[in-house]
C-alpha cells in the first residue's frame, strides 16, 4: 500500500553536492517520522538523518552534521536528502524510511523502528 521511491544518487566528485529525493506514495507524509540511512560494503547500516512527522525535530549523525539537510515538503509528498560538501567516506548506498508517529513524537533512530523502506540510491564520491 505505501511506497517509497528513492531517486538522485550518482557519481560525484569529493566535495561536490547531491539531492536525494524520496517520494511517497500510500501515506500521508505529514503523519511520519522520516529516517536517512546508508550502507557501505562491509559496513553496518547507519543512521544519518531524521525528522520527526511534525518536521520540528530534525537529528543528524556526528559524520555528516554541517553538511547534510534533511527536509519534508509535505505537498508534494517528497522528503530530500541535501549533501555538500560530499567525501569519499560518503559512498553508500542510501535509504529513505518511514515511520507513522504522533503529534509531538520525537524522531526516530533506530532501524528497527520504521516499517516502510525505499529500495536505495547509490553514492558514490570519487575523483
Known amino acids: 500500500q505505501s511506497q517509497l521511491v528513492e531517486s538522485g544518487g550518482g557519481l560525484v566528485q569529493p566535495g561536490g553536492s547531491l539531492r536525494l529525493s524520496c517520494a511517497v506514495s500510500g501515506l500521508t507524509l505529514r503523519y511520519y517520522a522520516i529516517g536517512w540511512f546508508r550502507q557501505a560494503p562491509g559496513k553496518e547500516r547507519e543512521g544519518v538523518a531524521f525528522v520527526s512527522s511534525s518536521g520540528s525535530e530534525i537529528r543528524y549523525a556526528d559524520s555528516v552534521k554541517g553538511r547534510f539537510t534533511i527536509a519534508k515538503d509535505n505537498t508534494k509528498n517528497t522528503v530530500y536528502l541535501q549533501m555538500d560538501s560530499l567525501e569519499p567516506e560518503d559512498t553508500a548506498i542510501y535509504y529513505c524510511?518511514?515511520?507513522?508517529?504522533?503529534?509531538?513524537?520525537?524522531?526516530?533512530?533506530?532501524?528497527?523502528?520504521?516499517?516502510?523502506w525505499g529500495q536505495g540510491t547509490q553514492v558514490t564520491v570519487s575523483s
Open positions: 524510511a518511514a515511520e507513522r508517529t504522533f503529534a509531538g513524537a520525537h524522531v526516530l533512530v533506530r532501524d528497527a523502528e520504521y516499517d516502510y
